[in-house]
């Protein structure tokens, strides 16, 4: 019978054509909107966390409550090092944040300020991604100077070549006390942070404080934001829930998580709509080769051949069409979607100004998962089905008379 | 060519069933993607409305060094505002406010929060807040409550008060001197911003003053109602012009990361939509191009008679262009009735949330459409009929 | 070049070496071969001839809805192939006129709509055509089912209308390919007669393809294909 239905298909060409292109059209757009919608809340999440910091932010309990220098953490090295070995882990990023006053020879006031102690190597990339420097040169490891914000600059009046004198309180109640020149200036997209921050190496920052090892927050960026759960698994271990607070990105930024939600929401609600457009059009194309085929059926239902025998071959007809047209897409859209999931696709328009102004690279990489092209495979195939019971309950209901004198329509 | 006209329309209603189903495939596009463009504009207008007329009014002013540290000393001299904000015509009313960072605490813990002194008749003008307060919740300074403070529900149960229930407050003056006066809860305001609840609370300005040890007449923050939202852009360079020594927010720059997220929205729906219309225009070619073909021994015999080639493909052209008219305007018709129904009511998208509230913005939506965006679906859709079915007509007629 | 000949009426068809070559698989079948044949106006003509011997190819090639292989046709001293396409659409609008076995007339148009289309595609003015089409209607006897559609009518009132079609435009002369094929004695013979009358008042010239001896009965000049080549080719007096 399988081949009965293969022998049919050969016999007009064209009508199994428009059957396998109506599938393929489906089962394409499909498969891209999907990886597009994933692509999209993947990049404007990574965007939004390239700016507060990334995916996993690791503090010790105490320090969370107090955001006290008493409270910081200090972690032997080997444990940030085995952490950047992990899979999907792109970049560590500890930090030494702490509130100091800082006076400078043009004011007599001080001024309070946060101190960032940032690994220059590791944050060189993240902070370059989502800033500028407008003056200046960006930190080597054992730079002792600062680097402040446009903002500030302008606030203070101070330079390149200026000296900052810092004072503070380090850990366990020391005084910290410094000169710093500042040897750059950087333009950042949150004002705010702009213009309250102070950035100077990690080891500067631990010097200055007498932290040796220690940090405020440890941050971790990952290169994929489904693999984020899988990272904090592997580090519970090396930070007890007890002493230390792992936060990722959903909390992190908990009140924009809706954002991503609504547009999840509209693109789940587009794609519903997709469904009924394709699906439509591939009952249209069944419909039509049915209605053709009306005579063809009268014609075999009238010499004898079983309803049910013939609903089969029809079944199976149909069925290997919408596997080559389902294979078809899948085959072609698997280089376009892997092509673009490593190379990003540019955005232009007054959207895509707004994200330059936050430095953020208007662009959009795709969605690669596998899950995905097997899970819009499956739900074309599954509209397939439900079309193909029209053509069978026509010929279940035929009246063969009417099929056979109906010559010319 | 009248008789051209005359054949294609008979040839729509003949065949009723092809004609019906491209009519369907149109009607369905169309449909969905209006009423997605009515949702988005629904939603982008209550997170607006959300946000402008509960947290930060549509432009805010401080003084430069201001910013988030909510340094007390860092004040600006009311009347010169005053005048520039009366100067700029868009400008319809401003609260004018003091704000510093407060302790708030009870015999059992402490809560650190922005504290806002307000002018009450001033501030129900530029935000909602006030309506908030339902009867049972207390009043927005309208009882005669000794140093009342309104503080969000949230921070009550954190706090474990009610109404009436007396709180310490504990800020630095701008001499530095850490000044501790009592307050009594006065009403209890919620808004749908977990994180705006959680930080904010409102006392009256005169309860204020005399703890922050500042000269009369200055204020911190001034929040400036406008006109509407499109005169915004104007009025917020107006006002740089006229105070170049303060800083003038839009309602999007004091949280600059809605501002992200809201081009992230744009670029999003854009691209969704893109997608849906190459989808759509992929269908109706697909579909025209088969119905083209089964009629290729019609076209055969049109030929043999005398129909040119240019005769044929106009009569498809007028087929189509007119079943497109017909599937748009059952699909715009269905969706000017689905905002009609939901614009009363609201939809209520509690169920995307998993019933998580607090999140900056009400869950009900109202969808919206307007004009231009009929216009530029009904022009989009039928550019995209026209051109999938005059190219299989010229394949098939060569 | 008018070419005339001892009756003087003027050759309005000729075809010269005309050859017509299909592939069927490796084989080739030679459907017309080096046919040389020249119609005068006011022929009633028959093309003879078994199932195969390419009566329908001939014609088709006649009447420009095919390419030669080799060789060459002219109308009215045209060679129709050396016509661009667009070209030969119009020329064939202005003076060939076709009723084929079945499938004549547009499903969608009535009875008179039918008849005027083609005036219509020539750009005839309103009254013009009205005229024309009441004339023709009045000619082949359908006045009364002017404003029927096709289906509604028999297989013969069909192939009157289609005559009646492809008379409208006035052409040089009209090609019928197996016209009777289809229908009964009576019809046929009603046909005919039609035929017969427009080719008298009309001064058309038709050419048949037919196996029907009805037909050839009634035609004044028999051509017998055979194999794609001419074997006998009579006039007769009726």
Redesign the interface.
Same mark, same amino acid.
């Given at each position: 019978m399988i081949k009965l239905a293969w022998l049919n298909l050969q016999r007009n060409p064209y009508r199994a054509m428009s059957i396998v292109s109506s599938v393929f059209i489906a089962a394409f757009f499909c498969i891209l909107f999907g990886s597009f919608k994933k692509g999209v809340l993947n990049s404007s999440a990574d965007s939004i966390l390239k700016i507060s910091g990334g995916h996993i932010e690791i503090r010790s309990k105490s320090y969370s409550q107090t955001r006290s220098i008493d409270d910081i953490m200090c972690i032997d090295s080997a444990i940030l090092d085995s952490i950047s070995i992990l899979p999907h882990v792109k970049r560590v990023l500890p930090t030494l944040r702490a509130y100091a006053l800082i006076s400078h020879s043009s004011s007599s006031s001080s001024r309070a300020v946060v101190l960032v102690g940032i690994d220059p190597e590791s944050e060189k990339d993240r902070i370059r991604m989502v800033s500028e420097m407008v003056e200046g040169e960006w930190f080597s490891e054992f730079d002792r100077g600062v680097i402040i914000g446009e903002n500030m600059r302008n606030l203070l009046n101070i330079g390149i070549g200026d000296t900052i004198a810092v004072m503070g309180v380090g850990y366990h109640g020391v005084s910290a006390v410094g000169l710093f020149p500042v040897q750059g200036v950087i333009g950042l997209p949150v004002a705010t942070v702009d213009i309250n921050s102070m950035f100077m190496t990690l080891s500067a920052a631990q010097e200055l404080f007498q932290a040796d090892d220690c940090y405020s927050e440890i941050y971790i960026m990952s290169d994929k934001l489904d693999k984020v759960e899988v990272i904090e698994s592997f580090i519970q271990s090396d930070f007890s829930s007890d002493e230390y607070e792992i936060r990722d990105w959903k909390l992190l930024i908990d009140e924009h998580l809706v954002y991503f939600r609504i547009t999840d929401a509209i693109g789940f609600i587009v794609m519903f709509f997709l469904y009924l457009l394709v699906g439509s059009n591939i009952l249209g194309a069944v419909i039509l080769m049915t209605k053709e085929r009306k005579l063809e059926f009268s014609v075999l239902v009238s010499i004898g051949m079983p309803r049910d025998k013939l609903s089969r071959t029809m079944f199976y007809e149909l069925i290997m069409v919408a596997f080559v047209g389902l294979i078809l897409a899948v085959i072609v859209s698997l280089p376009i979607v892997y092509y673009f999931s490593n190379n990003p696709i540019p955005l232009y328009g007054e959207a895509a100004e707004t994200l330059k102004k936050f430095f953020i690279y208007a662009e959009i990489y795709l969605s690669f998962d596998l899950s995905l092209f097997i899970e819009q495979f499956l739900i074309v195939f599954c509209i397939c089905l439900a079309v193909i019971a029209y053509p069978v309950i026509i010929i279940q209901r035929l009246k063969v008379d009417e099929g056979l004198s109906k010559r010319e329509s | 060519m009248k008789i051209i006209y005359k054949m294609a329309c008979r040839n729509i209603f003949r065949r009723k069933s092809r004609s019906s189903l491209l009519i369907i495939i149109i009607a369905t596009g169309v449909f969905a993607a209006s009423f997605v463009v009515a949702f988005i504009n629904g939603w982008a207008n209550s997170c607006f409305v959300e946000h402008i007329d509960m947290q930060t009014s549509y432009l805010q002013i401080h003084a430069n060094a201001f910013s988030d540290t909510n340094d007390v000393s860092e004040f600006m001299d009311k009347q010169t505002i005053k005048e520039a904000l009366d100067a700029v015509s868009e400008v319809s009313c401003a609260s004018y406010r003091l704000k510093t960072n407060a302790l708030l605490s009870t015999a059992q813990t402490s809560v650190g929060l922005t504290l806002i002194g307000v002018d009450r008749d001033e501030e129900i003008k530029v935000s909602s807040i006030y309506s908030t307060i339902d009867s049972c919740h207390g009043t927005f300074f309208e009882s005669d409550i000794a140093r009342p403070i309104v503080i969000s529900q949230r921070s009550a149960d954190r706090l474990n008060v009610a109404l009436k229930s007396r709180i310490i407050i504990s800020m630095q003056s701008s001499s530095g001197e850490i000044q501790k006066v009592q307050f009594r809860v006065g009403g209890l305001f919620q808004t749908n911003s977990k994180r705006f609840d959680n930080v904010t609370a409102f006392v009256q300005n005169t309860d204020l003053m005399p703890y922050l040890d500042i000269p009369d007449g200055v204020v911190h923050e001034v929040a400036v109602a406008v006109n509407n939202l499109q005169e915004c852009n104007k009025a917020k360079q107006k006002l740089s012009r006229l105070l170049p020594e303060h800083d003038v927010k839009k309602w999007d720059e004091v949280y600059p990361l809605m501002q992200l997220l809201g081009a992230w929205q744009k670029i999003a729906n854009f691209l969704f939509l893109a997608l849906f219309f190459t989808a759509l225009a992929f269908s109706i070619a697909n579909f025209m191009l088969m119905s083209v073909l089964e009629r290729k021994g019609e076209f055969s015999m049109l030929k043999k008679v005398g129909m040119g080639g240019n005769h044929i493909t106009l009569m498809i052209v007028i087929e189509t262009l007119f079943v497109t008219l017909i599937g748009t305007m059952i699909g715009l018709i269905l969706c000017l009735i689905v905002v009609l129904i939901s614009s009363k009511s609201g939809i209520d998208i509690q169920f995307i949330f998993n019933n998580q509230a607090g999140y900056g913005f009400g869950t009900i939506i109202y969808p919206m459409i307007n004009k231009r965006d009929f216009v530029h679906i009904f022009a989009l859709v039928s550019i995209i009929s026209m051109m999938a079915s005059i190219s299989p007509v010229k394949k098939v007629l060569k | 070049m008018n070419e005339v000949i001892n009756n003087n009426r003027s050759i309005i068809v000729r075809t010269e070496n005309l050859c017509k070559l299909f592939l069927n698989g490796k084989s080739e079948i030679k459907a017309t071969d080096h046919v040389n044949l020249s119609i005068t106006s006011g022929e009633f003509t028959a093309v003879v001839g078994p199932s195969g011997s390419g009566k329908t190819t001939l014609l088709n090639l006649i009447g420009g809805?095919a390419t030669p292989s080799s060789g060459r046709v002219f109308v009215k001293g045209k060679d129709i192939n050396q016509l661009k @396409?667009?070209e030969l659409?119009?020329f064939? *609008?202005h003076n060939i006129g %076709?009723v084929?076995q079945f499938?004549?007339l547009?499903?969608?148009?009535t009875v008179e @709509?039918n008849i005027? %289309?083609?005036m219509? *595609?020539q750009g005839t003015n309103k009254e013009q055509r009205n005229r024309r089409t009441a004339e023709l209607l009045e000619l082949i006897g359908m006045k009364d089912r002017a404003r029927s559609r096709p289906?509604a009518l028999s297989g013969g009132q069909k192939q009157r209308v289609a005559v009646a079609?492809a008379l409208a435009?006035k052409p040089l002369f009209i090609l019928a390919d197996e016209p009777t094929a289809n229908l009964d004695t009576e019809a046929a013979e009603t046909l005919l007669n039609t035929m017969l009358l427009l080719n008298e008042k009309e001064k058309v010239t038709f050419l048949f393809s037919t196996h029907d001896p009805r037909v050839m009965n009634k035609a004044r000049r028999l051509i017998t294909l055979e194999d794609g080549r001419i074997t006998k080719d009579e006039t007769y007096v009726r």
């Open positions: - | - | 809805l @396409e667009k659409v119009k064939r *609008l %076709f084929f499938l004549n547009i499903p969608v148009l @709509e005027s %289309f083609i219509e *595609l289906y079609r435009s």
